[in-house]
């Protein structure tokens, strides 16, 4: 097993976390937590991972005969990517009614024009 995979996870994720903390905008913070998020498809895949592998259809041969992926873990990705849009959606309705109320999308100068 190589680490090569968690490496790569954990640099998009650290990627997604700096660009959300030196985002301005709040769309730009939105695709930075979503960069963030893809990381973890990257690590559930590289965990159900085995090298040499097939698909885990056993037809002919005892379960144990046969070297197969984990399923598990392609579901739990598959599961993530519908997670993942439906957060993005949701962060991006609330920036839009954000925006809609104070008339800008950067939360320094939404406070700044409303005094505090």
Do not use: K
């Amino acid at each position: 097993m190589t680490i090569v995979p968690y490496a790569v996870a954990a640099a998009v994720f650290a990627l997604g976390i700096y660009g959300t903390i030196a985002s301005r905008t709040l769309v730009y913070q939105i695709l930075c937590v979503s960069v963030a998020q893809s990381s973890t498809y990257i690590l559930l895949l590289s965990i159900g991972f085995r090298n040499g592998a097939g698909p885990p259809i056993f037809l002919s041969a005892p379960a144990s005969r046969v070297l197969g992926v984990d399923p598990v873990a392609q579901a739990l990705a598959l599961t993530d990517v519908v997670v993942s849009a439906a957060t993005t959606a949701l962060l991006l309705a609330l920036a839009l009614r954000v925006h809609e109320s104070g008339g800008s999308s950067e939360p320094a100068r939404q406070r700044s024009e409303s005094g505090e």
